[in-house]
């Protein structure tokens, strides 16, 4: 149950440009297909694949296996590991030769696995346009792809309609219909008194102040931009919800989802990771309510698959995750394992036959990755304790707010 964002070092990646549609070759004078996503080399040679998965993942995974090992000739081991360890793992095994050739893992890891060389690009093709065009932007780095998405995460307004029969276009109007409600918190949004940037989020890009730049291909460049006026707009915000109580930061995640599971809010801004606790409410998932003039965007994480760096089976494993992983069965089988929106559209629209889960991708639809540059490590620092002093009252949001910006460009600068 994701309850936070780390403050931690987030980033992401880089890949090739082979053709996903299949080619062909010259056997005993014949001209025979091979496999998509493999020109000049043929698979069922007997190669081996070895794929670290978790254990939501494994029986997904393994199903896909199954078919690929029957279709090619090939052998496909898969190596039980918890999520948790597979980061730390992969980055310290790759560079001696050993480790897998696949592993399930993040979009916010690879700046720091391409950084580090241990991931290979892999070539969709044509299969690209088949997925979320924010999926494919998670894994996109220098113009190149560096993991096959399959399912995407991110934040929406979760609303009880027991309380709400309508979606708040807009911050105000969510508060407005909050206090009609009578209920405790006309709005519940988690931050304690180290902040919680990642939730605050999209009310920050309503005011058009994102974190870093973003250029066309969804990527980031390292150049801020959550500084001047935008940002100075969404920070004497701040200061004034805290003065008028709408955003507290003694309302933690735990006070959080148990005030709005026992019906003391009639919205919460949060994650599928919630929704277990509000098993017992009629529910509905809208867009985030912007408090500026922009759209509220909240951030999207993407799950995937990467391809070692140092794999000897870059082909094979290409093969196995575009022909394989990148169909609706396999992506259905990780939505029914992960309950979070398939990344594959064929896929995400099946699935969308759950109001939840399509009121989650809607959101994602139009939400932004979260940024896997190195440099993202530089902020988490100051930004949530910068937001949670405006709040409280103890920062004086405009000063405030500019020595965060002073503070993270100095951290820039010197890395």
């Known amino acids: 149950m994701r309850r936070s964002i780390p403050l931690v070092a987030l980033a992401l990646g880089t890949a090739l440009t082979l053709t996903a549609c299949g080619g062909s070759a010259e056997e005993n004078g014949e001209e025979v297909e091979t496999p998509a996503g493999t020109e000049g080399e043929a698979t069922g040679d007997g190669g081996t694949l070895t794929i670290w998965v978790d254990e939501t993942r494994q029986a997904a995974v393994e199903t896909a296996a199954a078919d690929f090992e029957a279709e090619t000739g090939s052998t496909v081991e898969t190596v039980l590991k918890n999520f948790e360890d597979i980061r730390a793992d992969f980055n310290a095994q790759v560079p001696t030769g050993e480790g897998p050739d696949i592993t399930v893992g993040a979009h916010d890891w690879l700046g720091e696995l391409a950084a580090n060389g241990v991931v290979a690009p892999i070539e969709l093709g044509e299969k690209a346009s088949e997925f979320e065009t924010v999926a494919v932007e998670a894994f996109t780095q220098d113009g190149q792809v560096y993991g096959l998405p399959y399912a995407v995460e ?110 003391q809010s009639p919205f919460i801004i949060g994650g599928p ?6 098993a017992d409410l009629d529910l509905a998932i809208d867009p985030i309510p ?76 139009d939400a932004v990755p979260m940024p896997s540059i190195p440099e993202m490590g530089s902020v988490w620092e100051f930004w949530g304790v910068t937001e949670a002093g405006i709040v409280s009252g103890s920062l004086e949001p405009v000063a405030g707010w500019e020595k965060m910006v002073s503070d993270i460009q100095g951290a820039l600068d010197a890395s």
């Open 273 to 278: 990771w919630m929704l277990e606790s509000f």
């Open 290 to 365: 912007a408090p500026g003039t922009e759209p509220a965007q909240p951030f999207v994480g993407v799950a995937g698959f990467y391809v070692s760096g140092q794999s000897e089976n870059t082909l094979l494993a290409n093969d196995f995750l575009v022909n394989y992983m990148a169909t609706e069965e396999a992506q259905l089988a990780l939505y029914e394992a992960g309950a979070r929106p398939p990344a594959l559209v064929a896929a995400a629209d099946s699935a969308s036959s759950d109001p939840i889960t399509a009121g989650f991708r809607e959101v994602g639809a």
């Open 154 to 263: 991110n934040i929406a307004l979760i609303r009880n309609t027991a309380l709400a029969e309508e979606a708040p276009a807009t911050w105000d109007e969510a508060i407005a219909a909050g206090e009609a409600a009578g209920t405790e918190y006309p709005i519940l949004l988690q931050m304690d008194e180290t902040g919680d940037p990642y939730s605050a989020y999209p009310l920050q890009t309503s005011f058009g102040a994102p974190v870093f730049e973003q250029n066309e291909d969804g990527s980031y460049s390292p150049e801020l931009a959550l500084g001047g006026e935008s940002g100075i707009a969404f920070a004497e915000w701040l200061a004034e919800q805290g003065s008028a109580g709408s955003l507290d930061t003694a309302i933690t995640y735990d006070v959080a989802v148990e005030a709005f599971a026992n019906g």
